[in-house]
């Protein structure tokens, strides 16, 4: 079954496509760029304060499944600058515990709305 799921705790889609897709065990969350869900705008030009917020907002979308963040089994981080990787490495590992999901970590020419950092996830309900 096809669900996409929708949540005010992160920020609504600024394109044609759903916050996260809930294909009963599985959740796709798409990218989620450092944007506050409340007022649609950048957080800081700060690469710490972005990945927090890209990482609450995952939360966001994980809680409004009724999961949580030791249900992320791949995560790809996609960076404006691979200078940043350390800092938000960091970060991301905050928020995650062993066993940690899969992962890739890109440099890209650009990102939405001029991000420093996006992330997106796959969650899986039930290991």
Same mark, same amino acid.
């Given at each position: 079954?096809f669900k ?5 705790q ?8 759903s916050?996260a897709? @809930? ?5 796709? !969350?798409?990218?989620?760029?450092p944007?506050? $869900? ?6 800081? #030009? ?10 609450q ?10 999961l949580s963040?030791?249900h ?7 960076l404006?600058?691979?200078? @940043?990787?350390s800092t938000?490495?960091? !970060? ?6 062993? $066993?940690?999901?899969a992962r890739?970590?890109? #440099?890209?020419?650009r990102?939405?709305?001029g991000?420093?950092?996006?992330i997106?996830?796959?969650?899986v309900?039930?290991?």
């Open positions: 079954m996409t799921l929708s949540t005010n992160a920020p609504a889609a600024i394109g044609p496509y916050q897709v @809930d294909l009963g065990q599985m959740i796709f !969350i798409s990218g989620q760029i944007l506050d $869900p409340s007022t649609q705008e950048f957080v800081s #030009e700060d690469i710490k304060e972005q990945t927090e917020q890209v990482m907002n995952i939360g966001g979308i994980l809680k409004e499944a009724g963040y030791r992320i089994a791949k995560a790809n981080i996609y404006d600058s691979m200078d @940043d990787f938000v490495n960091e !970060i991301y590992a905050s928020y995650l515990s062993e $066993p940690y999901p890739a970590a890109v #440099e890209v020419s990102l939405p709305k991000a420093k950092v996006e997106e996830a796959i969650a309900k039930e290991f």
